[in-house]
């Protein structure tokens, strides 16, 4: 969860400061932890042994949105894209991010 708020925050702060290369030197680490993250839901996921009825549903969801970040997070490292175009992309990672981050305190809490 740490590794995912780090992710989220340095995506909300390369959108805040509009500088286009700090998302270019940050893309290359976001891309690698994005990558570890959705692989280690997908382990948690096989590995839950006990799971309450909404818990599938919403983990889809934030598997969803998981890929909607990383893949948006794989364009807005490119070096030739517009700024306004990357400023909105950003702005959807972020929104995103946070809907993880409580879709994920969600799941922690069904499956106490």
């Known amino acids: 969860m740490t590794s995912a708020i780090v992710l989220l925050g340095g995506a909300i702060f390369a959108r805040t400061v509009r500088q286009a290369n700090l998302m270019r030197k940050f893309g290359g680490l976001a891309v690698t932890a994005a990558v570890a993250?959705?692989?280690s839901g997908l382990y948690n996921l096989l590995t839950k042994v006990n799971t309450?009825?909404?818990y599938h549903m919403v983990f889809g969801i934030k598997f969803l949105?998981?890929?909607h970040v990383l893949?948006?997070?794989?364009?807005?490292a490119k070096a030739n894209v517009d700024e306004q175009k990357r400023q909105r992309w950003l702005t959807s990672v972020s929104i995103s991010g946070l809907a993880i981050a409580l879709l994920s305190a969600y799941l922690r809490w069904?499956?106490?």
């Open 71 to 76: 893949a948006v997070g794989v364009m807005a």
């Open 110 to 112: 069904l499956s106490r």
């Open 37 to 39: 993250i959705v692989l």
């Open 65 to 67: 949105l998981a890929l």
């Open 52 to 54: 309450p009825k909404p």
